[in-house]
């Protein structure tokens, strides 16, 4: 039913999309802080990005079930 090397594959595709949004969620702080992005935008982007890491955890999590892992 499922290929464990597609499995595979695409945790680690969600892993450096986790990367990416991790780093972005960096840069959008910085910025706020600078004063380059104000408070609105700031909470906006901010909920934006941790629902997509909320998101792909949740298929690594499924992905790392199915494989057998914890």
Known sequence: MFDVDTIGSRSK???????????????LEENHKK?????KAYQ???HEIE??????MDRLAQMRFIMGKE
Do not use: N, S, Y
């Not at 969600?14 to 972005?24: G, H, I, S, T, Y």
């Not at 004063?35 to 408070?39: A, L, N, R």
């Not at 629902?51 to 792909?56: G, Q, S």
């Open 51 to 56: 629902r997509a890491l909320v998101e792909i």
């Open 13 to 27: 595709d969600l892993e450096k999309q986790r990367d990416q949004l991790v780093d972005e969620m960096e840069k």
């Open 35 to 39: 004063g380059k992005v104000d408070e």
């Open 44 to 46: 906006e982007k901010r």
